[in-house]
């Protein structure tokens, strides 16, 4: 999630890890998101600005499972279908937006394009997550400053 939330310029404060279950959270800077939102209160925000914006976070919810996916070479053929809350969320988001969650591939396979794209700074961040348990915004920017800017999935 981590990558995607850095990609996407989403403030976060850092990644946390649960060292018994290996779950683990964003945490987002609230400060900044509600200033963000009291600014584009009273803007109009067009259609396809609300339906990128909900890929995006889609996106960004299924791209842990989509990770694993990829670091345990697992081929997944279609749609990929999970109990989890994660998954929960992405669907949720879609068809609050769209009606239905049928753009659930699209979002599992940018996820897989972008993880692959950035594959090195995603196993870098994961090492530290996993020797540390949490790692900052900062050390994130640290690790991504040589990663191009990726224009299909920054909002």
């Keep these: 999630h981590a990558i995607f939330h850095y990609l996407q310029d989403l403030r976060m404060t850092g990644v946390h890890v649960s060292a018994d279950s290996k779950n683990g959270k964003v945490a987002l800077d609230l400060r900044a998101i509600q200033a963000t939102a009291v600014k584009l209160a009273d803007v109009a925000i067009p259609r396809a600005m609300e339906e990128k914006v909900t890929l995006d976070?889609?996106?960004?919810?299924?791209?842990?499972?989509?990770?694993?996916?990829?670091?345990?070479?697992?081929?997944?053929?279609?749609?990929?279908?999970?109990?989890?809350?994660?998954?929960?969320?992405?669907?949720?988001?879609?068809?609050?937006?769209?009606?239905?969650?049928?753009?659930?591939?699209?979002?599992?396979?940018?996820?897989?394009?972008?993880?692959?794209?950035?594959?090195?700074?995603?196993?870098?961040?994961?090492?530290?997550?996993?020797?540390?348990?949490?790692?900052?915004?900062e050390r994130i920017k640290q690790i991504c400053a040589d990663a191009p800017p990726d224009p299909i999935c920054i909002s």
């Design 57 to 137: 976070l889609a996106t960004m919810y299924v791209a842990g499972v989509i990770a694993e996916s990829v670091l345990y070479g697992i081929v997944v053929d279609g749609v990929l279908v999970r109990d989890c809350s994660d998954w929960r969320n992405a669907r949720k988001l879609l068809i609050n937006a769209f009606g239905n969650d049928h753009a659930l591939f699209y979002c599992q396979e940018l996820a897989r394009f972008v993880l692959l794209k950035y594959w090195p700074f995603v196993t870098q961040i994961a090492i530290e997550l996993d020797s540390k348990g949490a790692i900052s915004a």
